[in-house]
């Protein structure tokens, strides 16, 4: 089941950035969806669902209200106590608000797939290479960020180099 999450990692990420304390003003409204179908709904759901998808944002109500308890807590220190509280209170009030991310997301799958496709799809996942692409893709995607991650840092490192050089020539060592 964890190896499912993977599959979202790089829309984990992108999704836990956005979660993590963009300001509320600075918020891009939400892209216009013409309405789809019930069936596609529900098969955009059901490819979620095979996904793990909601593993991404299960956390996601209580990560936001910590991060903006901590925002409140960086220039009300003395309210600590209160706010600790109030986290608790907040947290259990606004608790399944969760699911309304992935609703957006099955409108989103909707919206970019027809109804045959994403039934298709749905056939594909259940199949066994789209079981085994299940299984196997997030320890490619995370193989694949520990390349990129390292090629960044030995590339930085030759830009660096092909920097002191090039200053050098111009008789500056930086």
Same mark, same amino acid.
């Given at each position: 089941?964890?190896?499912l999450?993977?599959?979202?990692?790089?829309?984990?990420?992108?999704?836990?950035?956005?979660?993590?304390? %963009?300001? @509320?003003? $600075? !918020?891009?409204? #939400?892209?216009?969806? =013409?309405?789809?179908?019930?069936?596609?709904?529900? &098969?955009?759901?059901?490819?979620?669902?095979?996904?793990?998808?909601?593993?991404?944002?299960?956390?996601?109500?209580?990560?936001?209200?910590?991060?903006?308890?901590?925002?409140?807590?960086?220039?009300?220190?003395?309210?600590?106590?209160?706010?600790?509280?109030? %986290?608790? @209170?907040? $947290? !259990?009030?606004? #608790?399944?608000?969760? =699911?309304?991310?992935?609703?957006?997301?099955?409108n &989103?799958?909707?919206?970019?797939?027809?109804?045959q496709?994403?039934?298709?799809?749905?056939?594909?996942?259940?199949?066994?290479?789209?079981?085994?692409?299940?299984?196997?893709?997030?320890?490619?995607?995370?193989?694949?960020?520990?390349?990129?991650?390292?090629? %960044?840092?030995?590339? $930085?490192?030759a830009?660096?180099?092909?920097?002191?050089?090039?200053m050098?020539?111009?008789?500056?060592?930086?």
């Open positions: 089941m964890k190896r999450a993977g599959i979202f990692t790089a829309a984990g990420l992108v999704l836990g950035l956005a979660l993590s304390g %963009a300001p @509320v003003g $600075a !918020q891009q409204p #939400a892209p216009q969806h =013409k309405q789809a179908s019930p069936a596609a709904i529900a &098969a955009a759901k059901e490819i979620l669902a095979l996904k793990n998808a909601s593993a991404m944002y299960a956390n996601a109500v209580p990560n936001i209200v910590q991060k903006t308890k901590d925002q409140f807590l960086q220039t009300n220190l003395n309210y600590q106590k209160d706010l600790n509280e109030v %986290a608790v @209170v907040v $947290a !259990q009030k606004l #608790a399944g608000r969760e =699911k309304e991310i992935g609703e957006g997301m099955a &989103a799958y909707a919206n970019e797939f027809t109804e496709e994403l039934k298709d799809l749905v056939t594909f996942y259940k199949s066994a290479l789209g079981q085994k692409l299940l299984k196997a893709e997030p320890r490619a995607i995370q193989y694949s960020m520990s390349y990129m991650n390292q090629w %960044a840092q030995s590339f $930085a490192e830009v660096n180099g092909e920097f002191r050089a090039e050098r020539k111009r008789g500056k060592e930086i």
